[in-house]
């Protein structure tokens, strides 16, 4: 996902037993050699709420991983992951992306 355009990836977990489930998020942000003044946010959802926001910049390569915990009862709940540029998009002088690696998700505890 660029950093300098709106971006979104959903998905969904079938919950079987209520409870309490861990979710671990695996990001990594892909940029060149040289300098790059794109900043975006990220926001991550279950549910339809907010579960963690974070604002990115220029990392080439660099890995992050976040872990959550949230309440749920059995049945589907869908997940999504949003970008939202900071630095608009004539400003670009590489290529700058968020990658998502892996969402896992553990539980009931």
């Given at each position: 996902?660029?950093?300098?355009?709106?971006?979104?990836?959903?998905?969904?977990?079938?919950?079987?037993?209520?409870?309490?489930?861990q979710?671990?998020?695996?990001?990594?942000v892909?940029?060149?050699?040289?300098?790059?003044?794109?900043?975006?946010?990220?926001?991550?959802?279950?549910?339809?709420?907010?579960?963690?926001?974070q604002?990115?910049?220029?990392?080439?390569?660099?890995?992050?991983?976040?872990?959550?915990?949230?309440?749920?009862?059995?049945?589907?709940?869908?997940?999504?992951?949003?970008?939202?540029?900071?630095?608009?998009?004539?400003?670009?002088?590489?290529i700058?992306?968020?990658?998502?690696?892996?969402?896992?998700?553990?539980?009931?505890?």
């Amino acid at each position: 996902m660029s950093f300098y355009e709106e971006a979104a990836v959903e998905d969904s977990f079938d919950a079987t037993f209520p409870g309490t489930y861990q979710i671990g998020l695996e990001l990594e942000v892909h940029g060149q050699f040289e300098f790059d003044p794109g900043r975006c946010v990220v926001v991550f959802k279950a549910d339809n709420r907010e579960l963690w926001q974070q604002e990115f910049g220029w990392q080439n390569h660099k890995k992050f991983s976040f872990q959550f915990e949230d309440q749920w009862k059995p049945g589907r709940h869908p997940l999504r992951l949003e970008l939202h540029p900071r630095t608009p998009p004539d400003k670009r002088q590489n290529i700058l992306e968020l990658c998502l690696r892996q969402v896992r998700i553990a539980g009931p505890k």
